[in-house]
């Protein structure tokens, strides 16, 4: 009733009407699509049809959600509770159309649904719906994926192949893996890419470049255009498979020293641009809290051991896993620890920028210490100088003013402070923000975002992850030094005046959570000396 009380009268902008009008009767190709298509059809055409289909629902789907924006929010004042109330139910129908829209057109719709909902820039509404996408994956017809193996493979897979499991032990949006065994008796993942994807890519990338463009046009102040070229180039890198065993290599090498870490060795006779043939390696998935109480591991033990791993790739390494989600990481019951992280799908990867590595370093050592000096000469040289004051509260939940203790989160003052500020902050400056950051920021932002997320599922305390992040932000702005060259005296020097950096840096943080303990029993001391000199004047 709202809603049909809110549109009368109301009429759109000459440009408005003409996309809309657009886009809805685009959306009307789908039933017509629906009665031309047929299995019969040339492969060709039926990809043809195919591509209509999911465009005419995505189409439609944007249309519907672009009138809902626009009816539901006419006539109110931006600065209203009404409009915020407003605002969050649109937010949460658009998504659920969004996901609806996902699970009709799968593959790369699942894909970029999976990758807005990891993004902690987006509104609640749509990461929160959108998440549920994660765990949606339609595995292909095993005929279809035989026909693969053998375009990749050869004609004879029983050559090569003692048993293929017909069945995946897992299935995503662009691939599915399925155990064998090789003939000398070694076990192995196949990975196989789905038949026809790149054509299917270029028609949902030119569909979703379009909708993001006529949104933008009807909305100035949204400018998150730069989602889809992003996600376009992410989709890319995992669908060469070459790469991705050339990633997993290297990651292998830089982790060799540590027993902790497993990548699985890659059968470089058996890898192609669309068949990636692996070790076999047998694991539960990261999260699986009751798995790791099973086997008697501590699950703030693999919260740690997993956030000094990505830390060393971010701080030290610059080469970084760019799809840390719970799937791609498994807990093995072996190693030194009583377990090992597996390694997965090494296709998406980001080779910082040299300076950005270091600057980033920089930013925690601030962000630790709550430096506003510092963090904002770095947010100028990230080049959003005037969002400087919000880098404590998403990095480390804390606002740039704050007295309480690391990993302690804000005090109530403070949060009423901090959301009477956010008030003031418009939609175009959350996209100018996310506009202005570089793009390894952006990447960096993501990939915190999924390691929190599985940090929180495994009960680990924040202040484990500050922690971790500010030792390797220490060790990533020391000289690097090849141990293979340099002298063991100056290497032993460099990993003890490293070390020294660190011990000063956490005296200094054990220094300003004890002041901080001492005001708080001053404070008590001093409650409680009212309290008893009141008594005594009633008495």
Same mark, same amino acid.
């Given at each position: 009733?709202?809603?049909?009380?809110?549109?009368?009268?109301?009429?759109?902008?000459?440009?408005?009407?003409?996309?809309?009008?657009?886009?809805?009767?685009?959306?009307?190709?789908?039933?017509?699509?629906?009665?031309?298509?047929? &299995?019969?059809?040339?492969?060709? #055409?039926?990809? $043809?049809? !195919?591509? @209509? +289909?999911?465009?005419?629902?995505?189409? /439609?789907?944007?249309?519907?959600?672009?009138?809902?924006?626009?009816?539901?929010?006419?006539?109110?004042?931006?600065?209203?509770?009404?409009?915020?109330?407003?605002?969050?139910?649109?937010?949460?129908?658009?998504?659920?159309?969004?996901?609806?829209?996902?699970?009709?057109?799968?593959?790369?719709?699942?894909?970029?649904?999976?990758?807005?909902?990891?993004?902690?820039?987006?509104?609640?509404?749509?990461?929160?719906?959108?998440?549920?996408?994660?765990?949606?994956?339609?595995?292909?017809?095993?005929?279809?994926?035989?026909?693969?193996?053998?375009?990749?493979?050869?004609?004879?897979?029983?050559?090569?192949?003692?048993?293929?499991?017909?069945? &995946?032990?897992?299935?995503?949006? #662009?691939?599915? $893996?399925? !155990?064998? @065994? +090789?003939?000398?008796?070694?076990?192995? /993942?196949?990975?196989?890419?789905?038949?026809?994807?790149?054509?299917?890519?270029?028609?949902?990338?030119?569909?979703?470049?379009?909708?993001?463009?006529?949104?933008?046009?009807?909305?100035?102040?949204?400018?998150?255009?730069?989602?889809?070229?992003?996600?376009?180039?992410?989709?890319?890198?995992?669908?060469?498979?070459?790469?991705?065993?050339?990633?997993?290599?290297?990651?292998?090498?830089?982790?060799?020293?540590?027993?902790?870490?497993?990548?699985?060795?890659?059968?470089?006779?058996?890898?192609?641009?669309?068949?990636?043939?692996?070790?076999?390696?047998?694991?539960?998935?990261?999260?699986?809290?009751?798995?790791?109480?099973?086997?008697?591991?501590?699950?703030?033990?693999?919260?740690?051991?997993?956030?000094?791993?990505?830390?060393?790739?971010?701080?030290?390494?610059?080469?970084?896993?760019?799809?840390?989600?719970?799937?791609?990481?498994?807990?093995?019951?072996?190693?030194?620890?009583?377990?090992?992280?597996?390694?997965?799908?090494?296709?998406?990867?980001?080779?910082?920028?040299?300076?950005?590595?270091?600057?980033?370093?920089?930013?925690?050592?601030?962000?630790?210490?709550?430096?506003?000096?510092?963090?904002?000469?770095?947010?100028?040289?990230?080049?959003?100088?005037?969002?400087?004051?919000?880098?404590?509260?998403?990095?480390?939940?804390?606002?740039?003013?704050?007295?309480?203790?690391?990993?302690?989160?804000?005090?109530?003052?403070?949060?009423?402070?901090?959301?009477?500020?956010?008030?003031?902050?418009?939609?175009?400056?959350?996209?100018?923000?996310?506009?202005?950051?570089?793009?390894?920021?952006?990447?960096?932002?993501?990939?915190?975002?999924?390691?929190?997320?599985?940090?929180?599922?495994?009960?680990?305390?924040?202040?484990?992850?500050?922690?971790?992040?500010?030792?390797?932000?220490?060790?990533?702005?020391?000289?690097?030094?090849?141990?293979?060259?340099?002298?063991?005296?100056?290497?032993?020097?460099?990993?003890?005046?490293?070390?020294?950096?660190?011990?000063?840096?956490?005296?200094?943080?054990?220094?300003?959570?004890?002041?901080?303990?001492?005001?708080?029993?001053?404070?008590?001391?001093?409650?409680?000396?009212?309290?008893?000199?009141?008594?005594?004047?009633?008495?």
């Amino acid at each position: 009733m709202r809603m049909t009380s809110s549109i009368k009268g109301f009429k759109f902008p000459a440009k408005a009407k003409a996309t809309l009008y657009l886009l809805t009767t685009t959306g009307l190709t789908i039933s017509a699509a629906n009665q031309l298509y047929s &299995p019969s059809f040339p492969d060709n #055409i039926t990809a $043809v049809i !195919h591509g @209509v +289909l999911r465009s005419s629902r995505a189409f /439609a789907t944007i249309a519907l959600s672009v009138a809902d924006y626009k009816y539901s929010l006419w006539r109110l004042p931006v600065d209203s509770d009404d409009y915020q109330h407003q605002l969050s139910e649109v937010h949460f129908r658009s998504a659920k159309r969004i996901m609806k829209l996902c699970e009709a057109n799968k593959g790369f719709y699942v894909k970029a649904g999976q990758f807005v909902a990891t993004m902690r820039q987006v509104p609640n509404e749509y990461s929160s719906t959108l998440s549920s996408l994660q765990d949606q994956a339609v595995p292909c017809h095993f005929k279809a994926i035989k026909e693969v193996l053998i375009g990749n493979l050869g004609d004879d897979l029983s050559k090569i192949f003692i048993s293929f499991d017909e069945k &995946p032990i897992a299935a995503a949006s #662009i691939a599915q $893996v399925h !155990h064998a @065994v +090789l003939k000398n008796h070694e076990e192995v /993942a196949v990975k196989v890419q789905y038949p026809g994807l790149e054509r299917q890519m270029t028609i949902d990338r030119s569909t979703m470049s379009f909708l993001s463009k006529s949104v933008e046009w009807l909305f100035p102040e949204y400018r998150f255009a730069w989602l889809v070229p992003e996600f376009a180039n992410t989709i890319s890198l995992e669908l060469d498979f070459i790469q991705e065993a050339r990633n997993a290599e290297r990651t292998s090498k830089n982790f060799e020293n540590n027993d902790v870490v497993m990548v699985p060795r890659v059968f470089w006779g058996l890898t192609t641009n669309k068949v990636l043939t692996m070790q076999f390696c047998s694991g539960h998935k990261v999260d699986n809290v009751d798995f790791l109480k099973e086997i008697g591991v501590n699950p703030t033990e693999v919260a740690k051991s997993l956030i000094e791993v990505f830390a060393e790739m971010i701080f030290i390494n610059g080469f970084v896993h760019g799809d840390p989600h719970p799937g791609n990481i498994l807990v093995c019951p072996k190693g030194p620890k009583g377990f090992s992280l597996v390694l997965l799908d090494h296709g998406v990867y980001k080779q910082l920028d040299e300076g950005f590595r270091q600057d980033y370093c920089q930013l925690w050592k601030a962000l630790i210490l709550l430096d506003s000096q510092k963090i904002q000469q770095l947010a100028e040289r990230f080049g959003v100088g005037k969002y400087s004051r919000y880098f404590p509260v998403i990095f480390t939940g804390r606002t740039i003013d704050s007295k309480s203790i690391l990993g302690r989160g804000m005090s109530a003052n403070e949060k009423r402070s901090l959301k009477q500020e956010l008030k003031s902050l418009k939609l175009e400056d959350i996209s100018s923000f996310m506009e202005s950051l570089p793009p390894d920021f952006l990447t960096i932002l993501r990939i915190d975002g999924l390691l929190r997320s599985v940090l929180t599922k495994l009960g680990a305390p924040q202040r484990v992850r500050l922690l971790v992040y500010v030792k390797h932000a220490v060790y990533g702005l020391s000289p690097k030094l090849k141990v293979d060259s340099d002298s063991a005296i100056r290497v032993l020097f460099h990993k003890f005046m490293t070390s020294g950096s660190y011990l000063q840096l956490r005296i200094v943080l054990g220094a300003l959570e004890l002041l901080h303990c001492l005001e708080k029993v001053k404070q008590f001391f001093k409650a409680f000396c009212r309290k008893i000199s009141g008594t005594t004047m009633i008495i």
